[in-house]
Structures are given as structure tokens and as C-alpha cells.
């Protein structure tokens, strides 16, 4: 089984400061994970994965996110956040593709907000 | 690339009705998987289809059933409504190591 929690359901920074989304997984199986952004009333658009490469996972908009096993943790970051981050941001977390171990789990999102 | 693309945009229903909503995958993703996002939570798997057979299923009754189709178009059927399938339900397909999303139909269940 696997499951992620994120922690905070809302996150709010001034422009230009540093953007941290926590999300910590669970997984009996080595995981893939990935981050999607949402805009209002949009699907999902994926910002990043992590699929047992690079620990240090860099995506679009200038988004990152590093692979903690130890801490069984996947933080999303941005060094410096733009009123145009603003929108909800969802971890999940997958098994290996193929089968039924490849449906994606999702935690129950952070919404970003950004302030002047 | 031309993307994962889904109809209607928006659908309302009443109770006890049936509906059918439409999902275009992009060429030679042979792996579609569908989501239902109620308001405010995160998206929650309803099954998958791989080559036309459905290989994993969530925490859904069987009146949510679907269907895959050789051209990389599926459907999501769900039967006898529920005040409860108000939601925005996500298309994605894959191939490799990735899903790629569409815009979702937005459910209204009167």
C-alpha cells in the first residue's frame, strides 16, 4: 500500500520568498513520485518526478524537489516565489509502471498563496 | 504531442441518471487511468485500462464502469447518479514513467 501526506492544506508567502510544500510518503515497493500543479477550475499539470534517478529532481518554473529515503520525504521548493505560483499543488506517489502497482495515490493538496 | 483531451467540459445531471464522459489519450499510450476529484480533496483512482482490459481498480461500486478503445479514446460510465458523484473527474494516460492529464469534466448532480 502506499499513501503521502502533505502537510499544511495552505502555505502563504510574500513574492520573491522562498516556496517549501512538504510532503512525506509511504510506499511497500521502491516509489516513483511526482508533484502536479492545479490552477482554478484546470486538471493537473506535473511540475516533476522522481523515478529512482537523481535523488535532486528539477522541473518547470523553477521548481525542485529532493528524495529523502531516510526521511521518506519528497519537499517541493522554489527559491523565489512569483504571484503566478499561486494555485494548489498535489504529491503522489506510484509503484513501479506496469500493472496495477502504477495507479497514482495522491495527498489532499496544499494551496499556495502569494502575497505582494 | 497533441495531449489528453476530454468532453463535455461541464455536465449536469439529476439523481438516478446515467452519464458517459469521454477521454482522447494521446498516440501510442496504451495506459489510461481514471480519477475523481470532489471538491477540495485530492484526486482519488477509479480504475485503469491497459490495451483495452481493465487491470486495477479503486475504492468505487460497479456502477462506475468503463471502457478502452483500440484509437486511445476511453469512457467513463456511471450509472443510477448520486448527489455524492458531484465531482471533477481526470482522464491520464501513460506510457513509461510518467501520466499526462486532460482538463477534466466537471460532474453537477441535482
Known amino acids: 500500500a502506499q499513501s503521502v501526506t502533505q502537510l499544511g492544506s495552505h502555505v502563504s508567502v510574500s513574492e520573491g520568498a522562498l516556496v517549501l510544500l512538504r510532503c512525506n510518503y509511504s510506499s511497500s515497493v521502491p516509489p516513483y513520485l511526482f508533484w502536479y500543479v492545479q490552477y482554478p477550475n484546470q486538471g493537473l499539470q506535473l511540475l516533476l518526478k522522481y523515478t529512482s534517478a537523481a535523488t535532486l529532481v528539477k522541473g518547470i518554473n523553477g521548481f525542485e524537489a529532493e528524495f529523502k529515503k531516510s526521511e521518506t520525504s519528497f519537499h517541493l521548493t522554489k527559491p523565489s516565489a512569483h504571484m503566478s505560483d499561486a494555485a494548489e499543488y498535489f504529491c503522489?506517489?506510484?509503484?513501479?509502471?506496469?500493472?496495477?502497482?502504477?495507479?497514482?495515490?495522491f495527498g489532499t493538496g496544499t494551496r499556495l498563496q502569494v502575497t505582494l | 504531442e497533441t495531449g489528453v483531451t476530454q468532453s463535455p467540459t461541464h455536465l449536469i445531471k439529476t439523481r438516478g441518471q446515467q452519464v458517459t464522459l469521454r477521454c482522447s489519450s494521446q498516440?501510442?499510450?496504451?495506459?489510461v487511468s481514471w480519477y475523481q476529484q470532489a471538491l477540495g480533496q485530492g484526486p482519488q483512482f477509479i480504475f485503469q485500462?491497459?490495451?483495452?482490459?481493465?487491470?486495477g481498480r479503486g475504492n468505487f461500486p460497479p456502477r462506475f464502469s468503463g471502457l478502452q478503445f483500440p484509437n486511445y479514446s476511453s469512457e467513463l460510465n456511471v450509472n443510477a447518479l448520486e448527489l455524492d458523484d458531484s465531482a471533477l473527474y481526470l482522464c491520464?494516460?501513460?506510457?513509461?514513467?510518467?501520466?499526462?492529464f486532460g482538463p477534466g469534466t466537471r460532474l453537477t448532480v441535482l
Open positions: 498516440s501510442g499510450h496504451n495506459t
Open positions: 503522489a506517489v506510484t509503484g513501479p509502471f506496469g500493472g496495477t502497482a502504477s495507479k497514482l495515490t
Open positions: 485500462y491497459y490495451r483495452e482490459e481493465e487491470n
Open positions: 491520464a494516460s501513460s506510457v513509461g514513467t510518467g501520466w499526462v
